[in-house]
């Protein structure tokens, strides 16, 4: 065989064995299915039960529940919103600049270190929908204030907005007005939110993960 012929030959097996690097080789995650590797869709899981963490090691392949790899993998530093802890093991999501890529599996607890909740709450959030403005009045307490927009098939859009005081509930924040109700959740350097679903037109929603702009 031609030696030009055999360096295709063995680029080609080497590229179908790689596992995929969900952080650094590609410019846009790909499509992923909402149960990677066996984990719920995070959205699904209790808020107070998420954490944030960085992977530690140099590479953290994800696997299943019964710790089987499968193909993609996260890099030291790389950022995760992560569930309850099962057998040692966490459903761990992969977010890219603030927003969940919908890629993940589980990673053994030792791959990655915890990060603690920011304890500014303070400044502009956002997240693929919704946009929250935190501020602490002189008296002490914490108002809100946001919008959300969901685009209709016709070119227009359903809007929803909040506006009020925050109070503590257990590790969350919440405010409620004209029957709307929201949760915020502190997770590392994120808002995790939660709404009633009655925060303003059809399929309007300030539930999300919120990354702080300024």
Known sequence: ???????????????????????????????????????????????????????????????????????????????????????????????????????????????????PASAALSGTWTSGSGTLTLTKTAAGAWQVQGSALYPTPGGSANLGEVDGTLTRRGGAWQVAADGCELNLWPVGPWLVAADNGACGGLNVTFSGLYARQR
């Open 1 to 115: 065989m031609p030696a030009l012929s055999r360096s295709i030959l063995t680029l080609a097996l080497l590229g179908a064995a790689a596992p995929t690097p969900l952080a650094h080789a590609q410019g846009a995650p790909a499509p992923a299915p909402a149960t990677p590797l066996g984990c719920a869709d995070w959205l699904t899981l209790e808020p107070g039960n998420l954490r944030a963490a960085r992977v530690s090691v140099s590479r953290a392949v994800f696997t299943d529940a019964s710790g089987k790899p499968g193909k993609a993998y996260v890099v030291k530093g790389d950022l995760l919103l992560q569930g309850p802890p099962v057998n040692g093991r966490r459903c761990s999501y992969f977010v890219r600049g603030g927003v969940p890529t919908g890629a993940g599996g589980y990673l053994n607890t030792m791959q990655v270190q915890n990060l």
